[in-house]
Nanobody, 124 residues
């Protein structure tokens, strides 16, 4: 069992930065691929970024490449999302997800655990 708790969301002006954190409980955190998804009002949850459980391999949605960076600290059971050059279209609830196994990172249904989400609002 893995429990995930996101934090770090808030209101920021366009061009600003935020750092999201996702704290995980459970001794097997290091064996899970971790991802960030987001969901804007009236839209489906979409993939943002992912990091593998070993090797630090990462992947990003095209819309955030070059602006967002995902990282993890297995010793602290925490995954991070550094968001720079934020745009109003980044406004959404951001969710942390944990996936065990080799299935696709980008498919929402492949994840085993989700956090409750943290709101990010970017003003123009």
């Amino acid at each position: 069992q893995v429990q995930l708790v996101e934090s770090g969301g808030g209101l920021v002006q366009a061009g600003g930065s935020l750092r999201l954190s996702c704290a995980a409980s459970g001794r097997t955190f290091s064996r899970y691929d971790m991802s960030w998804f987001r969901q804007a009002p009236g839209k489906e949850r979409e993939f943002v970024a992912a990091i593998s459980w070993v090797g630090g391999h990462t992947d990003y949605a095209d819309s955030v490449k070059g602006r967002f960076t995902v990282s993890r600290d297995n010793a602290k059971n925490t995954v991070y999302l550094q968001m720079n050059s934020l745009k109003p279209e980044d406004t959404a609830v951001y969710y942390c997800g944990a996936k065990y196994g080799s299935s696709s990172w980008t498919r929402y249904g492949n994840y085993d655990y989700w956090g409750q989400g943290t709101q990010v609002t970017v003003s123009s």
